[in-house]
């Protein structure tokens, strides 16, 4: 399985990558992947190439990306061309009238792209307090609850219990529940 994940610096892409990681490695899959993160730091675009399985190169070439998970909507546009025909993306949206776009449209529909969108900052607004740090674990708990990467909530919340500092769990564990009923209910 091949992921693109895409986002802005601070969104937490890098840990994203690290929950998936330690999750394959717990099952005794093989992992590969590749961080670019050079403006990370100041707000820039961020992209972690991860596959798991026989590969032995860490980048996912264009059109080859079983999923996309996108931390900002913009981050996705620039990175859809990623996906194979039949991919699946979760997206972070904070303007959803940037999905009315006709060519957008045709390309989700002519490659078979299944959207799942989620307005992750009103979500974490509303619940969290407007605290976006939680918004990785916001599209984990989304991608489970769209069925995708091979992974159960379950196993997502118990890595991200062992990965995450401690004063964090509780509120990371609330955030994955949030994420997974957003694009399950």
Known sequence: MQFIIVGIGGQ???F???????????????IVGSEVHGMSQRGGSVIS?????EY?????????????LAFDQME???????????????????DPEHFENEDLR???????????RMMGYDILKKHMKGNFLFLNVLILGAMCGAGLGGVSLEEVKEAVS???PSRFVEANLKV?????DAIKG
């Open 162 to 164: 062992e990965l995450a």
């Open 49 to 53: 190439h991860y596959k798991i399985g």
């Open 16 to 30: 994203t990558s690290k929950v998936l990681g330690h999750i394959a490695m717990t099952k005794g899959e093989k």
């Open 56 to 68: 032995n190169s860490p980048l996912v070439e264009k059109g080859q990306a079983d999923i996309l």
């Open 12 to 14: 937490g892409i890098l």
């Open 106 to 116: 045709y390309f989700f529909s002519d490659n078979q792209i299944k959207l799942y």
């Open 176 to 180: 994955l529940d949030l994420g997974y």
């Open 76 to 94: 996705a546009l620039r990175n859809y061309d990623f996906l194979k025909k039949g991919g699946s993306a979760v997206v972070n949206v904070h």
